[in-house]
Each structure stands twice: as C-alpha cells, then as structure tokens.
Nanobody, 114 residues
Framework: QVQLVESGGGLVQPGGSLRLSCTAT????????MRWYRQAPGKEREQVAN??????DYSDSVRGRFTISRDNAKNTVYLQMDSLKPEDTAVYYC?????????WGQGTQVTVSS
C-alpha cells in the first residue's frame, strides 16, 4: 500500500512561481517512478513531468518552466513551477505504479490569475 499526499498549491499571479510537494509512504520510494499530472476543468488529465532514478522528462507545455526533482531521504518528489501562465491552472496530482497498482494523491489546486 502506497499513500501519496500533495501540498503547495495556491493562487499565484501570472509569471509567478510555486513549488508542489508529494510525500509518499513506502520503504522503496527510491525505486518509485514518479509522475506529476494535472487536470483543468473540462479537460483530460495530462502528464506534465516524470522522474526515475536519474532520467526526467517533461511535456512540451511545461518544458523549460517546470522542474521535477526528488529527495529520497524524505520520500518526496517536487514540482518547481516558474513563469506560470493562466493555462497552468489545474488540479495537480502525483502518481506512481507499484506492483501493477496505480496510486494517486488527492490533488492540490493551482490557480494562476491576476
């Protein structure tokens, strides 16, 4: 059983920054392949970033603005979001698959508005 808890969302002006955190239970966190997704109202859920033990990848919509990182000592993955745009407004979720089971956090709301 893995539990994921996101935090760090909020209201920010365009051009601003936020850092999201996702803390996981589980003894083998360092082996977890972690993903960040987002879902805007009326849109499908979109993967925006992922991180393995070394490799990171980003969607075209956030590459160059968002940075994913992890701290295995804290069982936490982060999403640093810079140069935020109104179109980044969404609920952000972290996700991992362990032993064939997909785990999701409860989500954290990010709103980019002036």
């Amino acid at each position: 059983q893995v539990q994921l808890v996101e935090s760090g969302g909020g209201l920010v002006q365009p051009g601003g920054s936020l850092r999201l955190s996702c803390t996981a239970t589980g003894e083998a966190f360092h082996n977890f392949f972690m993903r960040w997704y987002r879902q805007a109202p009326g849109k499908e859920r979109e993967q925006v970033a992922n991180i393995g033990t070394i490799i990171k990848d980003y969607s075209d919509s956030v590459r160059g603005r968002f940075t994913i990182s992890r701290d295995n000592a804290k069982n936490t993955v982060y999403l640093q979001m810079d140069s935020l745009k109104p179109e980044d407004t969404a609920v952000y979720y972290c996700n991992t698959d362990v032993s064939g089971i997909s785990y999701w956090g409860q989500g954290t709301q990010v709103t980019v508005s002036s």
